[in-house]
């Protein structure tokens, strides 16, 4: 084959030499909404940050309180013994009052919600009836808009701020900006304390 000749790969080269050539159909249509459209792979950050809708979503995390002293007194076994607790009561939780795990963080979990109220409802509930002796959780929820990277990664302040108000609270604790007087009694049982704005 001379070096002017394309090589032939069938029906799928065709195909995509056609897509690739016509301009209205540079860039694949845009997925869910929050969701990271893609690109040409030339653009700025914040065109692609600009192009990307915003939702609302609430978040909670919990984390386990004294895990690696736990882990250092106790053994590896007891440990595993408590995250399978801790991640079974999660699940059967979540599911009940529907939000979703969106991961795992070793001892702990983020926990994500489309309102704040069964997000709340959801760590106070976990915090509260958690029952692993010495160990306690702790968690932090924060809500508002957020951008949803790859499907399942969520990138903004509520993230962040959920994160940062777990990582204040003392053991058995909830910690949450004053959302409304509903919201604050939904969190009330389990031990929750809530911030002021």
């Known amino acids: 084959m001379s070096s002017g000749q394309r090589p032939d790969h069938g029906d799928n080269a065709l195909r995509v030499e056609r897509f690739r050539s016509r ?4 860039t694949a249509p845009i997925g869910a909404i929050g969701t990271a459209p893609s690109l040409r792979g030339l653009e700025t950050p914040r065109d692609v940050a600009d192009a990307i809708e915003p939702v609302d979503r609430a978040f909670a995390f919990l984390d386990l309180c004294g895990f ?11 440990a595993i013994d408590a995250i399978s607790r801790f991640r079974s009561l999660t699940r059967d939780l979540t599911v009940r009052r529907g939000v979703r795990v969106g991961k795992w963080l070793g001892d702990g979990a983020m926990i994500i919600g489309v309102d704040v109220g069964p997000t709340i409802a959801t760590a106070a509930e976990l915090i509260a009836r958690y029952d692993c002796d010495p160990l306690a959780l702790r968690g932090g929820v924060a809500h508002g808009q957020v951008l949803i990277i790859d499907g399942d990664d969520y990138i ?5 701020l959920a994160a940062r108000l777990c990582q204040t609270a003392s053991p058995s604790e909830l910690l949450a900006l004053r959302y409304n007087r509903k919201l604050w009694i939904a ?3 389990g031990g929750a304390a809530y911030l002021p704005r």
């Open 23 to 26: 301009e209205d159909e540079a």
């Open 68 to 78: 690696t002293a736990f882990i250092a007194t106790r053994g590896e076994h007891a």
């Open 156 to 160: 903004g302040r509520p993230v962040n």
């Open 187 to 189: 969190g009330l049982f």
